[in-house]
């Protein structure tokens, strides 16, 4: 007979974890799992990674979720290889070999292509992918053999630069560093690349190196975290309002703050402002976001009080 699964008795936990995500293992796998381990009552994270890519995974705990849909417009950066002549159905290592195409290329045209597919670009999303028609992923129509009609997408590479390096198995091989905005797929980058060198290509390796303010060597992995002694994991978290990269602070006296907290807009002096990161004075607390528009501070997401308390109680600890 088993014996019964010793309950987790969870805890309010507040703030960022930067996980680097491990190969293989779905961004809600690692969630739940520093969930566990933090013991912490609430998580969500900030866009999933595919369980075939590595690298920066925000992690947010407690009154973090609140703010987690802010980072999903962040732009991201990557290092992808890409095999060349072998295309497979997926677009990746997962998938079965469907062609393959012989391979020649000058540097010259590396070069071209790498100008050709930095700025603004449209990109066919993969039918491998968690897009939505007619309320059915994308990914469902490919299993089945189906594939339907996609929109291209308006996406932009910000910086983009193709080195090869040494074959693998006599297949050439690219290294892909890539910055682009939210709704890029590298897969399908890879693929239009090595169409573009007049082959086929598939990615061998997919990390992510940042996202928004967020950089790999900053992340803790999920074996790191374990490690450490219970009582140390909650320190590796950074600050809640570690994912307002970009807010203009403004400080409130206590009673505007106590106003605003309720959800009351305050008036001064502030030229208008999209993107504004609130906080209480006595003692200094995050009270939540907010937008400026003509001399009001105008409420966004807000803390609740026993959050704030909560934070509170623990950076005096």
């Avoid at 100008?115 to 992918?129: E, L, R």
């Avoid at 690219?174 to 399908?188: A, D, N």
């Amino acid at each position: 007979m088993n014996a019964p699964r010793t309950r987790v008795q969870r805890r309010p936990v507040h703030g960022v974890l930067l996980l680097d995500k491990p190969y293989g293992m779905s961004s809600n796998d690692a969630l739940q799992k520093a969930k566990w381990l933090l013991r912490a009552e609430k998580a969500g994270h900030t866009g999933t990674l595919d369980p075939l890519a590595t690298g920066v995974l925000p992690l947010c705990f407690g009154a973090a979720t609140k703010f987690s849909q802010l980072h999903l417009d962040a732009d991201k950066s990557y290092e992808a290889i890409v095999v060349l002549g072998v295309q497979t159905s997926t677009g990746d290592l997962e998938g079965e070999v469907i062609a393959e195409m012989p391979v020649s290329f000058s540097a010259d045209l590396l070069q071209q292509i790498q100008a050709k597919f930095t700025g603004p670009i449209d990109q066919i999303p993969p039918m491998y992918s968690a897009l939505k028609k007619d309320g059915k992923a994308l990914y469902d129509y490919a299993r089945a053999g189906i594939e339907v009609e996609r929109e291209a997408r308006h996406i932009v590479i910000h910086a983009l630069a193709l080195e090869e390096i040494a074959s693998e198995n006599d297949h050439r091989r690219l290294k892909v560093t890539v910055t682009c905005s939210k709704g890029t797929y590298i897969r399908t980058l890879g693929e239009d690349i090595a169409i573009a060198l007049g082959t086929c290509g598939h990615l061998s390796a997919l990390r992510r190196i940042q996202t928004g303010p967020f950089v790999e060597a900053e992340c803790l992995s999920i074996q790191e975290l374990e490690a450490l002694p219970e009582a140390e994991r909650e320190m590796k978290l950074l600050a809640v309002d570690a994912l307002l990269d970009g807010h203009t602070p403004v400080t409130l006296p206590p009673d505007d703050a106590g106003r605003f907290l309720s959800g009351v807009r305050r008036r001064g002096e502030w030229p208008d402002n999209l993107h504004v990161a609130v906080y209480g004075d006595s003692p200094r607390a995050l009270l939540g976001t907010a937008h400026v528009k003509a001399g009001e501070l105008i409420p966004g997401r807000l803390l609740s009080p026993l959050e704030i308390q909560s934070i509170l109680e623990k950076a005096l600890a």
